[in-house]
């Protein structure tokens, strides 16, 4: 995918079907003979669909790998109907959240070898120059 500023954007889709009320999203995935722990470099934006509530949510890497297994969103007030600590899927229905603290890893020629500073307005966000005056 391509940002605004048409440097791409890694993106990482899962399907996962709520269980109880809630999505697990895990850090890892694996297969008959091996596992494999994502990493930062590896992907920018998780986006996860719920088929059986056909939602969607976004979630910044970061967010998601901070977590050491897994990160549980609900989709459905808990039976004890607790809210306090709880991580709600609708709170990551914008992918422009997602991105927010997302910086481009990629890096043109003439800026080779200059210090960057990240900033963000209404508008976007952007990478500039940092001004030697300060």
Same mark, same amino acid.
């Given at each position: 995918? @391509? +940002? $605004?500023? #048409?440097?791409?954007?890694?993106?990482?889709?899962? %399907? @996962? #079907? %709520?269980? *109880?009320?809630? /999505?697990?999203?895990?850090?890892? *995935?694996?297969?008959?003979?091996?596992? #494999?722990?994502?990493?930062?470099?590896?992907?920018?934006?998780?986006? !996860?669909?719920?088929?059986?509530?056909?939602? !969607?949510?976004?979630?910044?890497?970061? &967010?998601?790998?901070?977590?050491? *297994? $897994?990160? =549980?969103? &609900? /989709?459905?007030? $808990? !039976?004890?109907?607790? $809210? &306090?600590?709880?991580?709600?899927?609708?709170?990551? %229905?914008? #992918?422009? *959240?997602?991105? &927010? +603290?997302? =910086?481009?890893? =990629?890096?043109?020629?003439?800026?080779?070898?200059?210090?960057? /500073?990240? =900033?963000?307005?209404?508008?976007?966000?952007?990478? /500039?120059?940092? %001004?030697?005056? +300060?």
């Amino acid at each position: 995918m @391509l +940002g $605004s500023d #048409f440097l791409p954007i890694k993106v990482q889709v899962k %399907s @996962l #079907f %709520s269980r *109880k009320g809630a /999505v697990v999203v895990n850090v890892t *995935k694996s297969g008959p003979s091996y596992q #494999f722990r994502y990493q930062r470099l590896h992907v920018d934006v998780f986006a !996860i669909y719920v088929p059986d509530k056909d939602l !969607i949510a976004y979630v910044n890497a970061d &967010r998601l790998l901070q977590q050491r *297994k $897994s990160l =549980t969103l &609900r /989709v459905d007030p $808990s !039976i004890n109907h607790q $809210s &306090r600590g709880i991580g709600w899927l609708a709170d990551y %229905s914008e #992918f422009q *959240k997602a991105l &927010r +603290g997302h =910086t481009q890893r =990629t890096q043109t020629a003439a800026a080779a070898g200059e210090e960057m /500073v990240q =900033t963000a307005t209404e508008q976007g966000l952007w990478l /500039v120059k940092a %001004s030697a005056a +300060g």
